[in-house]
């Protein structure tokens, strides 16, 4: 494992352990349940909209460590950001993980970069994307979505 593998893996064991905004939110504006079944995921995003920003995130459920430690990191990223970043970031991270992204875009990730280290697992690809597919779902009036 190289230096930059290692500190990746460090980043997702680290969310894993210790999620940010895990928590149940109720007065949020937005909300949607994503389902994984492939490997049993399920990962619920909420979503406080004013204005055009979103000014909390937080998740819930029950995952394996890449998926939630991708919805921690999600979060972590895009509180502050407008409707317009999260969408741009979501599109960046999905493609990333199907290996379509170029360098310079995934070096805006920050800390989200460590996700690409999951390439390397295709079987797990699904699990890291789940929250972002449930937070574009949530954004979009959807209220659930599955990886199926
Ligand atoms: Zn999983």
């Not at 949607?32 to 004013?50: Q, R, T």
Request: net charge negative; aromatic share 4%.
């Amino acid at each position: 494992m190289n230096e930059m593998e290692e500190l990746y893996r460090e980043i997702i064991l680290d969310h894993n352990k210790r999620p940010r905004n895990f928590r149940k939110m109720e007065d949020c504006t937005h909300h949607a349940e994503g389902h994984n079944p492939l490997c049993g995921d399920e990962i619920e995003v909420f979503v406080k909209v004013d204005n055009g920003v979103i000014t909390d995130i937080s998740f819930e459920g029950e995952g394996c460590a890449i998926s939630k430690s991708s919805a921690s990191l999600m979060t972590t990223a895009l509180k502050g950001k407008t409707i317009e970043e999260a969408h741009r970031e979501a599109g960046i991270v999905i493609s990333m993980l199907s290996g379509k992204t170029d360098a310079n875009e995934i070096d805006e990730l920050g800390d989200i970069a460590a996700l690409q280290g999951v390439r390397q697992f295709p079987a797990r690809i699904k699990c890291a994307t789940l929250s972002w597919h449930a937070l574009e779902a949530s954004l979009i009036g959807k209220d659930d979505t599955s990886t199926e």
